[in-house]
Every structure is written in C-alpha cells, then in structure tokens.
C-alpha cells in the first residue's frame, strides 16, 4: 500500500520493536476505509487507538526473522521450519498468563519475551538484543584438495580471518576473527575449504531499555533441535526465576550463563 512522506516519517518514530505492528494495523485500517494511501491522520488515528488498546495485543513474546525467508543471498543456513518451531513452543508456555501473575499493573510490550532468528551475522533481525538471539552459521574446513592461491575466498572474508601465501600451500583460518557467515567456501574454486559445521549460534540477554546490555553467546554451532532444547531450558530458567516481568538479561548471573554452557555443551 502507498504511504505519504509525512506518514512514513511519522511511523519511523514509533519504536522499533512496536513498529511492525503499528505499520500493518495503519494500512489494515487504512483499507476497511477504503484509501489507497496511508496517510499522516491515519497514522495518528491508529495509533491512538493501537497505543490505547496496548494490553490486548500483548501475547506474552515476540518471535521475528530476517529477510532470509524472502530470498536474501546471504544466508548461512535455511532456517524456515526452525522460526515455527519456536513460536509453537512460546504459545505452549502460555507467557501471557505468567507475565499476568507476575507483573503488577498493566501488561506492556518491553514485558514480552523476545526470540529472534537471523539466518546470517549481518543480524538484521538484531538478535545482540533479545532474550534469546539465534544466528546461522556454517563454519568453514579446510580439505586436502591442493589450492591455486587464487585468494577468491581472501577477497571474500569481510573479517580478514583467512590469509593464504605460497609458503602455506593452503588457507590459513583465524577461528576467533571467523563469523561462520559461509562466504569463502561459496566461492572455492577448487574444493580446498567447504562446509563443516553447519547450524546456528545462539546469544542469550540482551535487551534495550533503561539499562541496555548486550547478549552474551554461547560457545559452539548447535542443530536445530539443540537450538530448541536451549530455548526450552532457557524458558524453565525464566519462569523459575523472574518474579516481576524481569527481562531473562536481568535475572541470567554469570553462574546461571556457565551452568547452562555446561549442559549445553558442544
């Protein structure tokens, strides 16, 4: 649906972690009115009414993606069935009635349990600040197919972690500065790096608001359904521990982020 200037600059201003919802509840009012274009009074019209309605909208979580369902080249990993698995366990926790027996006054939207998943670390979905963040990875192996010092997978490293030379005869891999974004082994020519380890890393507590933190992550690449085991184990955590609508940043000590890492160890 066309949205004017004004509009458009008016819904920027709505916070981002609202904005998705406002924007499609201003063009699904928009059209009940019969208009081809959104705009300025709609957008004040609607989110009027949207901001006084707030607590019916709450669910009791977020689950959101990239834009690698869509068709996005970056893509590390294809993560489409992984995101419905994950909203089907969130509606089985019934967070909405846990949030409702623990927090006082009125439910909000910064009390929702926030998951996201981003198929590549680009994170366009920006899982550093969610309770649970989970980035795909595909980690790369270096074969003993001889290589032609063609340097395509150099050229390709955004992070500078692969150096090739003569005197190597292979590439050389610095795993702390490698993202596991796939790039090298995409364009090999000759099969010398190819995939290894292929699944999704997975970031824990982070959170904007009043005392912003970022997510801390755990060690290791990990399948889809050890990634919804973390998740599980990670919700237990949550409603076990937060009392108050506390977001899992909150409450997650570093004891409690060690004693996970060890049961979810790789």
């Known amino acids: 649906m066309d949205w004017s200037k004004e509009a458009e600059n008016a819904?920027?201003?709505?916070?981002?972690?609202?904005?998705?919802r406002v924007k499609a509840r201003v063009e699904k009012d928009a059209r009940q009115a019969g208009k081809k274009e959104v705009s300025?009074?709609?957008?004040?019209?609607?989110?009027?009414?949207?901001?006084?309605?707030?607590?019916?909208?709450?669910?009791?979580?977020?689950?959101?993606?990239?834009?690698?369902?869509?068709?996005?080249?970056?893509?590390?990993?294809?993560?489409?069935g992984l995101l419905e698995q994950i909203e089907n366990l969130l509606k089985k926790e019934d967070l909405h009635g846990f949030l409702k027996e623990n927090v006082k006054g009125e439910l909000k939207f910064h009390h929702e349990f926030r998951v996201t998943l981003a198929d590549c670390p680009n994170a366009c979905s920006q899982p550093q600040i969610k309770d649970i963040g989970i980035v795909g990875a595909c980690s790369p192996k270096?074969?003993?197919?001889?290589?032609?010092?063609?340097?395509?997978?150099?050229?390709?490293?955004?992070e500078d972690a692969i150096t090739l030379s003569p005197e190597d005869e292979c590439p050389q891999i610095d795993d702390a500065k490698c993202l596991y974004c796939g790039k090298c082994m995409q364009v090999c020519p000759?099969?010398?790096?190819?995939e290894g380890t292929k699944g999704f890393r997975v970031q824990l507590g982070g959170k904007l608001g009043r005392h912003p933190r970022l997510a801390k992550e755990l060690p290791g690449i990990y399948s889809e359904p050890q990634v919804l085991e973390?998740?599980?184990?990670?919700?237990?955590?949550?409603?076990?521990?937060?009392?108050?609508?506390?977001?899992?940043?909150?409450?997650?000590?570093?004891?409690?982020?060690?004693?996970?890492?060890?049961?979810?160890?790789?």
């Open 230 to 266: 973390i998740v599980k184990d990670c919700l237990r955590f949550y409603k076990q521990t937060s009392k108050h609508g506390q977001r899992l940043g909150q409450i997650l000590k570093s004891s409690d982020f060690k004693a996970l890492a060890e049961r979810h160890k790789k």
């Open 40 to 80: 300025l009074a709609d957008v004040k019209t609607t989110q009027a009414r949207y901001l006084k309605s707030m607590a019916s909208e709450i669910k009791g979580y977020q689950v959101e993606t990239c834009f690698g369902p869509s068709g996005c080249p970056n893509r590390a990993v294809v993560s489409d």
């Open 142 to 158: 270096v074969t003993a197919e001889a290589c032609t010092l063609c340097e395509a997978c150099v050229d390709a490293c955004k």
């Open 11 to 20: 819904v920027k201003k709505v916070p981002f972690f609202v904005r998705k």
């Open 190 to 194: 000759t099969g010398t790096i190819v």
